[in-house]
């Protein structure tokens, strides 16, 4: 039974799906960084792509991601021109091999079909690898068809990610994303028709007028589609810093309670229907492989969150896309006219983000092996990274406060959450990050 401490299911803290994070990156740094990373990369090493669209057909207000409306139909023509003048400048430079190619968005969906087959035609001409690599597509179920469901899998798409997150009309409303239960489920019956077999759904808790019942339900519903994972994320609602979140009512929002019950019920309800956890918000079927990595001990977390990715290094390509190097991270340029004005001049987009020093990077697999095992021998990391456990004494006092309040346990070095606290896994990881105090408007609620 998972505990409810309302003093600490009301913080605000990163998700760590990068450490440092993004409020960390710096304007001086980008793409003579991006250039040398990239370069870098050792022959025949295994690379990811994360391929950025950041467009929708239709805008959800919940939304945080980098994304616009679709509008003109020359506004994808153009992008799809400037993606291909980047992948013209970063498949020279690189030597190593790619394995995956992830398309998030937005939604990759919105290109037209052909498009979407022509961009993964480029990818695989122009990058070592790229052949033969596994293709994953974050996708909206609204704007997808049996047509669109069989050109993915001539593509070679093999997984998906459909963002559900509520199956409850009135909730939708309040979100504007209208997408009743029977079209996606048409969608699922589409996709596994083409041959695609391996969906993953994206529910929500937190949403406004959201209630037990509505997670209830949907749970039943999404259930019942038989999902290869499920993710379930707490809203995060920072009108301050997204304005489409003001279309919102913060006062129909679940408080941090029902948020704390709703977080509850989704993750009972899953493992009684013998999905396991990963994590504190991803769930799979054993059979899956990010359940196989996560029992091997090879989960990893990124800025596609939980995942079996096989890569240390991940180039974006796109908009506001990030890469990954165990140095250095870097975010090309947001907006999407000033991006096309830099790949257009034959450069790269890269625009802000942080040098990874040493120190960066030991802090980083600690809080990443504390969020994805539970558990992480702070001494044994910290002596493979060539450091001494006594520079974490900072910690101490937090972690022994979480140890006080039974979400953490101290065994010498080794720093545990047990499973019935995993809701504040992040909150217990946070007190390794020495750049990060209580800050209340920046992140998302810690459940």
């Known amino acids: 039974m998972q505990r409810y401490i309302p003093d600490l299911a009301s913080r605000s803290v990163p998700r760590y799906t990068s450490y440092p994070t993004a409020a960390e990156f710096r304007g001086d740094v980008g793409a003579a960084q991006q250039r040398d990373a990239i370069a870098a990369i050792a022959p025949g090493s295994p690379v990811s792509l994360y391929v950025h669209i950041p467009y929708c057909r239709q805008i959800c207000w919940y939304c945080g991601c980098n994304t616009g409306p679709v509008g003109r139909g020359q506004r994808l023509t153009a992008y799809l021109a400037a993606l291909e003048a980047e992948i013209a400048a970063v498949a020279p430079l690189l030597r190593g091999q790619v394995v995956t190619i992830h398309f998030g968005g937005g939604s990759p969906n919105a290109l037209p ?13 122009n990058f070592g690898g790229a052949a033969t690599a596994t293709i994953a597509v974050e996708l909206d179920p609204r704007d ?7 050109a993915l899998a001539a593509a070679g798409v093999t997984r998906v990610s459909l963002g559900v997150q509520t199956f409850a009309p009135r909730v939708q409303a309040l979100i504007n994303r209208i997408q009743p239960y029977e079209a996606v489920a048409q969608v699922v019956a589409d996709l596994r028709a083409a041959g695609i077999a391996e969906i993953n759904f994206d529910l929500m808790y937190g949403l406004p007028g959201q209630t037990l019942r509505d997670i209830g339900e949907t749970l039943d ?36 309670a029902a948020r704390f019950t709703q977080s509850v019920l989704a993750f009972d309800r899953l493992g009684q229907a013998g999905y396991v956890a990963i994590g504190f918000d991803h769930f799979a079927r054993p059979t899956d492989s990010i359940a196989i990595a996560a029992e091997a001990g090879h989960l990893r977390r990124n800025f596609q969150g939980f ?19 165990d140095g250095l991270l870097v975010q090309n340029e947001k ?20 040098v990874r020093t040493a120190d960066d990077q030991l802090r980083g697999t600690i809080i990443e092996r504390l969020l994805c095992d539970g558990t992480v021998d702070v001494a044994a990391v910290a002596i493979a990274h060539g450091a001494k456990p006594c520079a974490f004494a900072s910690a101490l006092p937090a972690l022994q406060q979480f140890g006080r309040l039974g979400v953490a346990t101290l065994s010498g070095w080794r720093v545990s959450v047990p499973p019935d606290a995993r809701a504040y896994a992040r909150l217990v990881a946070s007190a390794f990050d020495i750049y990060r105090q209580p800050d209340r408007q920046r992140f998302s609620q810690a459940i």
């Open 144 to 150: 997808m068809d049996r047509a669109y469901a069989e």
């Open 307 to 325: 995942t079996d990715e096989p890569a240390d290094a991940i180039i974006g390509l796109g908009a506001s896309a990030i890469s990954q190097f």
């Open 113 to 125: 079909p052909a498009g979407f087959a022509a961009l993964v035609a480029t990818l695989r001409a």
């Open 221 to 256: 519903l999404a259930l019942g589609l038989s999902p290869s994972r499920v993710a379930m994320f707490g809203y995060a609602h920072m009108p301050r810093l997204l304005g489409r979140q003001r279309m919102i009512d913060t006062a129909a929002l679940p408080d941090a």
């Open 335 to 354: 907006h999407v006219g000033d991006y096309r004005d830099l790949v257009g001049a034959g450069g790269l987009a890269g625009v802000r983000g942080i």
